[in-house]
């Protein structure tokens, strides 16, 4: 199946369609590196890349599009270059590393977009430290100049962020003084919590325009290392030696290419390889359909890395990832998400066995990791999850999580008069229990089961085992089991509730809803961060025709409302 074109084609409200498949040939923004065990992320943003029209990168100032080369890199990084233990971060213009999201992007974006480019820079940027926590690639953030608002929120996520001294470079968040509105990728929590700046200076910082230099900066924890221009090259070169020494990554010298996904977009569906989309514009719902594998899993480790990206634990996940993404920033008016399955629910579970055979390979690692991180950004997508377990499913290991993830699930009881297909069914791995923790570290059956860790064990002893409807209401893995009577009806009616709602409300219910259980740095920067930044971004003070977003560099200061809520 080739690549469609279809990514150009216009959407059905006459608005380009954002693709987030790239590879480092159509990068027009970095430059990815390699060099032994080290490799260089350089940020050289093309000034008339924009993603729209309207506004120029300068500065290497970034857009959506720009953030979609960086998570395309990172991920590469993962898969094709498992020789490379170190990351260096950088600029290639002289005197400035980045100044951040372009303001003139802002000014003019929606606010759906506005929310949704937040979300997505902010997974990228907890890609970076997941990079180094579970992929052993310590990133060294090296800044020559400017690093402003959203640039030091990008070395933020960086293990060791190095300033020059040279009198004039500084790192700063200017967005309230600036903008009236908060940084938007994770400043704030990772300031407070990541490094530990004390209140009243992070206060200072986060409100003052010009940002901080050389020792203050050092003194204050805002970053690791002031270097002197004259000594910074050779600096970079000996930390990125040293954290590749240091770093836990193993031995493999040969990755596995992330080759294009096989899709075609059609008025009202997406096809791949191993799912299909299909929307239903009136009922606003999208159904995903995650098909199965055809084969069964591969003989030994070696011959799961020459299947490469047509493995299809990674492929699925793939596939999904751009599912998921492509509804978020292209299909604004979904509703509710519904996730179905069809196969074989022991041949998935033949590949979770297989995957656990082979656990401390370094490309069973990396594919875990994957879906843990497909499984987060599904969590974290703001539209109504339901999963319908129906005769000829596959929601096993793995897949199951799915149905964890989800706001409801419903499970088919018996079979319909007739049908043939397999029962219901839904089973467990050992996945379930520790590979994809959510966003507040814990598991998703550990969350659902907070009130009684008993019944997480319960659960546990039943792994490996098809249960049906019966056992798996009673195990508490659903919400719902339903027989032929009631199903059509039930789903239904659910699905015109759930889409006569407010959307507002409904993304606010879902979010506090799906993370119960510890508060964790990630938590914090999407339910709290991202929640007022949500709200600040929806004021009169920021985006109003007299607010400080809109008369940003007019030459006209804002007008606000000074009534404080």
Request: hydrophobic share 40%; aromatic share 8%; net charge negative.
């Amino acid at each position: 199946m080739a690549d469609a074109p279809a990514p150009e084609r216009p959407l059905a409200n006459g608005r380009t369609r954002i693709d987030f498949q790239t590879d480092p040939s159509s990068y027009r923004h970095w430059k990815l590196k390699i060099d032994g065990d080290v490799a260089t992320l350089l940020l050289d943003v093309d000034e008339e890349g924009s993603l729209f029209e309207g506004y120029e990168l300068k500065l290497n100032s970034y857009d959506l599009g720009v953030d979609i080369e960086l998570a395309d890199a990172i991920e590469r990084l993962r898969f094709e270059y498992p020789q490379v233990r170190a990351v260096v971060l950088r600029s290639g213009k002289p005197r400035v590393f980045c100044a951040g999201a372009n303001i003139r992007m802002l000014a003019g974006a929606s606010h759906v977009h506005k929310v949704n480019f937040c979300k997505f820079t902010n997974e990228t940027r907890n890609g970076i430290e997941d990079l180094s926590e579970n992929s052993g690639l310590r990133t060294i953030c090296a800044i020559n100049g400017t690093a402003a608002g959203g640039g030091y929120e990008l070395a933020l996520a960086a293990d060791y962020i190095m300033l020059v001294d040279d009198g004039s470079s500084a790192v700063s968040l200017p967005e309230l003084p600036l903008l009236a509105v908060l940084p938007g990728t994770g400043g704030l929590t990772r300031v407070a919590d990541k490094r530990k700046v004390r209140r009243d200076h992070a206060d200072f910082f986060c409100t003052t325009e010009e940002g901080v230099k050389g020792k203050r900066a050092l003194d204050w924890r805002l970053v690791d290392e002031v270097v002197p221009g004259s000594k910074f090259e050779e600096t970079i070169a000996a930390r990125a030696k040293e954290f590749a020494a240091k770093s836990s990554r193993g031995a493999a010298k040969e990755g596995i290419k992330l080759t294009s996904l096989a899709r075609v977009f059609s008025a009202n569906s997406v096809e791949y390889d191993s799912l299909s989309v299909e929307f239903d514009r009136g009922g606003r719902i999208a159904t995903i359909m995650l098909r199965g594998p055809v084969a069964p899993p591969p003989a030994s480790a070696d011959a799961m890395t020459a299947l490469c990206a047509e493995f299809w634990p990674l492929k699925l996940a793939r596939e999904l990832d751009d599912a998921i993404l492509n509804i978020r920033l292209n299909e604004f008016d979904v509703a509710a998400i519904l996730f179905k399955s069809s196969g074989d629910p022991a041949a998935v579970m033949a590949y979770e066995r297989f995957l656990d055979a082979n656990k401390d390979y370094w490309l069973t690692r990396e594919i875990r990791h994957f879906w843990k991180r497909v499984l987060k950004r599904t969590d974290l997508t703001a539209r109504s999850l339901v999963t319908l377990i129906e005769p000829d499913s596959c929601f096993a290991g793995t897949l199951a999580e799915i149905a964890f993830a989800s706001d409801r699930s419903y499970m088919f009881l018996g079979q319909r008069e007739g049908d043939n297909r397999p029962p219901a069914t839904i089973a467990l791995s050992a996945a379930n229990f520790g590979a994809y923790p959510m966003s507040n570290g814990l598991t998703r059956l550990a969350s659902r089961f907070l009130a009684d860790p008993a019944d997480l064990e319960t659960a546990k002893s039943n792994s490996e085992k098809m249960l049906d409807a019966d056992a798996a209401q009673r195990l508490g893995l659903i919400t719902f089991a339903l027989d032929d009577i009631d199903w059509d009806d039930e789903v239904r009616v659910f699905l015109e509730e759930r889409a006569s709602f407010s959307p507002d409300g409904l993304t606010g219910l879902e979010a506090n809803l799906r993370f119960a259980g510890p508060e964790t740095m990630e938590s914090k920067i999407f339910a709290r961060l991202t929640a007022w930044q949500n709200w600040i971004f929806q004021r009169p003070n920021a985006v109003g025709e007299e607010g400080a977003l809109k008369r940003y560099g007019t030459g006209q200061q804002p007008v606000f409302d000074t009534r404080r809520a």
